[in-house]
């Protein structure tokens, strides 16, 4: 195998982040959903961003978490037989190795510049306040990426900055060192989906349940928040009514997303039709959810836990294997 071959088609993340919403469930774990059933799509793999959590979250909270999320995911579609499923720390000296490695090419300055990073300083923090691990985390990605030679990151627009920071280590690397790394490419999810809280203030998240359909509360309570949601009057259009539609066609079966076609166009025409939208999607949203939490509930800890800690001596190995190439390259000898 040449140095430059990539191991792994196509490689992405999930933070360990309980109690998932149908905000998350659309615009976080439909797109890998749907990534695998393309036929033309081979070796996956699926990590627990554990580490990256450390970022903005305690250990604990973290680690209670992480068997639920891929339960999670399993529960919305993610196949255990066509997925590598493992989790971040289980690669935690191999990661911090290379990350000691891509330091050295990048400046603080440089590191300042990534977008998402400058999003996430903004939120309360500051230059002052702000972990290094925050801003080491575009390096850490890399890491991530670069140990499994990956060849796809299915990333939405608004973080094709940190895949491009990944490429260039990767160049810097190569070009200093020797070709090691193969460039990786992004694998487009387009823009990100917004869905708005249902109350109307903000995006849908779990800390303002009042707002959010949270995937493992009582189905009865998630079907009250519907029929309660802001909407629109007669002709209007409005963020939250289009938030609504969005779950609606989510959840809905064939027949069901025809009828929100159908009544959407009567609301244009100036009719009052919003009890008989929210009718069709909380005949939707209640079948989802029993679906979903009927498959969480068949899924057993012991068998996720088998699963993730085969899929992490894979993923160790292809680790161990990069980190090889890297020390060779950079005439790490006596390592």
Known sequence: MEN???????????????????????????????????EEVGNTMVFVADLHALTDAEPKETQSNIVDVVKDYISLGLDVNRNRIFVQSFLTQEIAELNLYLSRLVTIAELMRVPTLKEKIKKGQNESNASALLAMYPIMMASDILLQKSEYVPVGEDQVAHIEITRVLAQKFNKKYGNVFPLPKVLSLGKPVRIKS????????????????????????????VKRAQ??????????????????EFVGNEKEREEILSIMKRHYD???????????ISTGLERFLKE????????????????????????????????RDVRKAMGLEYF
């Open 4 to 38: 430059t071959d990539y191991k792994v088609q196509v490689f992405t993340g999930i933070r360990p982040s309980g109690g998932l919403t149908i905000a998350n469930a659309i615009g976080a774990v439909n797109p890998i959903v749907k990534i695998q059933e393309e």
């Open 198 to 225: 249902l109350t109307g203030n903000g995006k849908m998240s779990k800390t303002d349940p009042s707002g959010a359909i949270l995937l493992d509360d009582p189905i009865e309570i998630s079907l009250n928040k």
């Open 270 to 280: 100036g009719e009052n039709v919003m009890g008989e939208l929210k009718g069709v």
């Open 292 to 323: 979903f939490q009927e498959k969480k509930a068949s899924l057993k800890e012991e068998d996720i836990l088998k699963k993730v800690k085969i899929d992490g001596d894979i993923a160790r190995e292809n680790a161990k294997e990069t980190l």
């Open 231 to 248: 909407s629109a009057f007669a002709k209007e259009k409005s963020e939250s009514l289009d938030s609504l539609v969005l779950i609606g």
